[in-house]
């Protein structure tokens, strides 16, 4: 079983819904982010987070550190949102300093 | 502007044949890090460098080498005993090391025939 687990792995959606990916973990961490790579394969970083909730324009990011469980919501959602979402957690069993740990990411694709 | 780039954007390679894929970045950052993306697999970190001078080992370092002669600079290559070289190849680099936000390159995608 991964330490990072996503789901769902693949999402399609129409322009204007809701949308929710999740993150579940099965260590204790400092920090979990989400992060956004484009088709091109640029990475770019969303969120970090260590607990609570942040948002960013139509981007919401929560978790919750005794569920061990995070969630990325995204607002109207838009054809440009199409993209893999990545949540990744530092402070896994294997991991120390900045090292991180992956999720295999939720591939998004949202139509017109 | 700030940034990390990784040049080339595609390479190809015959087997058996070493190649380096290179890695600048000019945010003044001291940590940088080289992973590997698989289909259906998460990021997994090849080798990882806090400091100049400085590298270690990730978790599948085999088959890899880096240097770290300048801080602007983390070259990877991918030896002929690497197994299944074919992937996307990510830089990364952060502030320091236990600085959190790490900020990634364009990605290399080697492909080797």
């Known amino acids: 079983k991964n330490e990072v687990e996503q789901s769902p792995q693949n999402l399609t959606a129409q322009e204007g819904e809701f949308i929710t990916i999740n993150c579940s973990y099965s260590?204790?961490?400092?920090?979990l982010h989400w992060l956004q790579q484009h088709p091109g394969g640029g990475i770019v970083s969303l969120f970090m987070?260590?607990?609570g909730k942040k948002k960013h324009g139509r981007l919401i990011a929560t978790i919750n550190i005794q569920e061990k469980h995070s969630s990325l919501h995204i607002t109207a959602s838009h054809p440009r949102d199409s993209a893999v979402y990545i949540c990744?957690?530092?402070?896994?069993?294997?991991?120390?300093?900045?090292?991180?740990?992956f999720g295999e990411g939720t591939q998004l694709t949202v139509n017109p | 502007d700030g940034g990390i780039t990784q040049s080339p954007k595609y390479l190809f390679r015959k087997e058996g044949q070493n190649v380096t894929l290179s890695c600048e970045q000019n945010?003044?950052?001291?940590?940088m890090y080289w992973y590997r993306q698989d289909p259906g697999q998460g990021l997994r970190l090849i080798y990882y460098?806090?400091?100049?001078?400085?590298?270690q080992k990730g978790d599948i370092a085999e088959g890899y080498s880096v240097s770290r002669e300048k801080k602007e600079s983390f070259p990877l290559t991918v030896t002929s005993a690497q197994k299944n070289p074919t992937a996307f190849y990510l830089c990364?680099?952060?502030?320091?090391?236990?600085?959190?936000?790490?900020?990634f390159g364009p990605g290399t995608r080697l492909t080797v025939l």
């Open positions: 990364a680099s952060s502030i320091g090391w236990g600085v959190d936000t790490q900020y």
């Open positions: 460098s806090q400091i100049v001078n400085d590298f």
């Open positions: 945010l003044n950052h001291d940590a």
């Open positions: 987070l260590s607990s």
């Open positions: 990744a957690v530092k402070g896994g069993k294997e991991t120390s300093g900045s090292r991180l740990t």
């Open positions: 260590v204790g961490i400092s920090a």
